[in-house]
């Protein structure tokens, strides 16, 4: 760390001290950084993709099966760009299972359903890339997809590449089933190659479940990586990919990513401040965001949270260093992650069911040093405190709610 002054980050892990001096430091270019850390940082994927989280829709979460034609392909599109969902980043339109007919065509291609997709995906793609947005589309590294609608692309990674990139798709959703038994280690490098010599930049997402620990081999191979299995619309689901997504938080750098799985947000099953939980936690944790919910018609208080640029920017903050559990205590928790500009994001979490919490937020846990004054910015309230903060910040937040919060030293400190 020769000759960079790291000041109120100290107290960090090492590659995180890395990203904080040279972003601090790059513009005067002063930071010679030579640290294990950054060859750890620097092993990604070369496709360009995936600098901060994707963001997006997919199909899956609120249609199942269902959710792949044309009909409500295009109009999700065109609600995305109505709604002003496109506008705050979600750029990714995404089939998931269930899009292909049955069997190969005769040439061994895959080949779209011919009643829920008559124009073909070429045509799709054409229109979603219309409307300024990308086209996702969906296979499996099996022989079958976990639906067992339509045929995986194991032992067809080339053809399949080369037909996703004549096609103009734009990111690769990759699942697990039906395998064969065949390693991850084999299957996911496979279908990377062949990705990468297709001819046009496709996101690779590995949707491996987590079962082989993939952030640890992911970032070689894909821009993200699944951590857990499938998220459902509850609480309770929600709060455990949360959890396991969070203990691979080292892994997470610009180029590939952690992901807990799709947002359940709008789709019924949760109240709207678990909701809120919801999203605060995947964007402090640099997850995916990719909205699973029917964005044709969302209530005001779903589009509310989706579209909230404040915590948007935190997801997408060009740092891109996931944040973290720093405190439990009880059902009381304190998350934390640096942001560009010597900023915090923290989030104070009620995880009880029925009792208010007071929560403390302490410098000496989320890497401030101590008599660090700060300003707050309440990311849900929209709204700068009056109260300058300085060693903590204590709030009482409601049962199964969260607060979250910027904090920016105030000028006199970074001098
Ligand atoms: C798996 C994936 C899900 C979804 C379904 C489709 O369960 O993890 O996200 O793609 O398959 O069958």
């Not at 067809?156 to 798709?169: C, L, R, V, Y």
């Given at each position: 760390?020769?000759?960079?002054r790291v000041r109120p980050w100290t107290?960090?892990?090492?590659?995180?001290?890395?990203?904080?001096?040279?972003?601090a430091?790059?513009?005067?270019?002063?930071?010679?950084?030579?640290?294990?850390?950054?060859?750890?940082?620097?092993?990604?994927?070369?496709?360009?993709?995936?600098?901060?989280?994707?963001?997006?829709?997919?199909?899956?979460?609120?249609?199942?099966?269902?959710?792949?034609?044309?009909?409500?392909?295009?109009?999700?599109?065109?609600?995305?760009?109505?709604?002003?969902?496109?506008?705050?980043?979600?750029?990714?339109?995404?089939?998931?299972?269930?899009?292909?007919?049955?069997?190969?065509?005769?040439?061994?291609?895959?080949?779209?359903?011919?009643?829920?997709?008559?124009?073909?995906?070429?045509?799709?793609?054409?229109?979603?890339?219309?409307?300024?947005?990308?086209?996702?589309?969906?296979?499996?590294?099996?022989?079958?997809?976990?639906?067992?609608?339509?045929?995986?692309?194991?032992?067809?990674?080339?053809?399949?590449?080369?037909?996703?990139?004549?096609?103009?798709?734009?990111?690769?959703?990759?699942?697990?089933?039906?395998?064969?038994?065949?390693?991850?280690?084999?299957?996911?490098?496979?279908?990377?190659?062949?990705?990468?010599?297709?001819?046009?930049?496709?996101?690779?997402?590995?949707?491996?479940?987590?079962?082989?620990?993939?952030?640890?081999?992911?970032?070689?191979?894909?821009?993200?990586?699944?951590?857990?299995?499938?998220?459902?619309?509850?609480?309770?689901?929600?709060?455990?990919?949360?959890?396991?997504?969070?203990?691979?938080?080292?892994?997470?750098?610009?180029?590939?990513?952690?992901?807990?799985?799709?947002?359940?947000?709008?789709?019924?099953?949760?109240?709207?401040?678990?909701?809120?939980?919801?999203?605060?936690?995947?964007?402090?944790?640099?997850?995916?965001?990719?909205?699973?919910?029917?964005?044709?018609?969302?209530?005001?208080?779903?589009?509310?949270?989706?579209?909230?640029?404040?915590?948007?920017?935190?997801?997408?903050?060009?740092?891109?260093?996931?944040?973290?559990?720093?405190?439990?205590?009880?059902?009381?928790?304190?998350?934390?992650?640096?942001?560009?500009?010597y900023?915090?994001?923290?989030?104070?979490?009620?995880?009880?069911?029925?009792?208010?919490?007071?929560?403390?937020?302490?410098?000496?846990?989320?890497?401030?040093p101590?008599?660090t004054?700060?300003?707050?910015?309440?990311?849900?309230?929209?709204?700068?405190?009056?109260?300058?903060?300085?060693?903590?910040?204590?709030?009482?937040?409601?049962?199964?709610?969260?607060?979250?919060?910027?904090?920016?030293p105030?000028?006199?400190q970074m001098?």
């Amino acid at each position: 760390m020769e000759g960079c002054r790291v000041r109120p980050w100290t107290r960090l892990p090492a590659p995180l001290l890395v990203a904080l001096a040279c972003a601090a430091a790059a513009a005067v270019g002063e930071c010679r950084v030579v640290h294990v850390g950054e060859a750890h940082r620097r092993s990604m994927l070369a496709n360009g993709l995936g600098a901060t989280p994707p963001m997006g829709w997919n199909s899956w979460n609120h249609f199942g099966c269902d959710g792949n034609g044309e009909v409500v392909i295009r109009e999700t599109a065109d609600a995305l760009v109505s709604t002003g969902l496109a506008a705050v980043g979600y750029k990714y339109v995404n089939l998931d299972d269930c899009w292909a007919e049955p069997e190969r065509d005769a040439k061994g291609n895959l080949a779209a359903n011919k009643k829920t997709l008559p124009h073909g995906i070429k045509a799709l793609a054409d229109y979603v890339h219309s409307k300024g947005l990308k086209l996702g589309i969906y296979s499996d590294a099996g022989y079958k997809t976990c639906a067992k609608a339509q045929p995986g692309s194991l032992g067809h990674e080339e053809q399949d590449a080369k037909t996703f990139a004549s096609w103009g798709i734009d990111y690769l959703k990759y699942d697990n089933c039906n395998n064969g038994d065949t390693k991850p280690l084999q299957r996911y490098p496979d279908m990377s190659k062949a990705l990468m010599q297709a001819g046009r930049p496709i996101f690779f997402n590995l949707c491996e479940w987590g079962d082989m620990h993939p952030a640890r081999w992911g970032a070689a191979y894909g821009n993200s990586w699944r951590t857990t299995n499938d998220i459902e619309d509850t609480w309770n689901s929600m709060m455990s990919r949360a959890d396991q997504n969070e203990v691979w938080a080292e892994y997470a750098r610009p180029g590939g990513w952690n992901d807990p799985d799709m947002l359940e947000v709008g789709n019924g099953g949760m109240t709207n401040d678990e909701y809120i939980v919801h999203f605060s936690i995947w964007a402090i944790s640099k997850a995916p965001l990719i909205i699973g919910c029917d964005v044709r018609h969302m209530s005001q208080d779903t589009y509310d949270i989706l579209a909230n640029k404040e915590v948007i920017a935190v997801n997408q903050d060009p740092l891109g260093i996931q944040g973290k559990k720093v405190r439990m205590e009880g059902s009381s928790e304190i998350w934390a992650g640096p942001l560009t500009g010597y900023r915090t994001a923290v989030l104070l979490l009620n995880r009880h069911d029925k009792d208010e919490a007071q929560i403390t937020a302490h410098w000496d846990d989320i890497g401030l040093p101590a008599g660090t004054a700060v300003e707050a910015r309440d990311l849900w309230m929209h709204k700068t405190l009056d109260t300058k903060f300085t060693d903590k910040m204590s709030f009482n937040v409601t049962p199964h709610a969260a607060r979250m919060f910027m904090l920016t030293p105030l000028k006199s400190q970074m001098d």
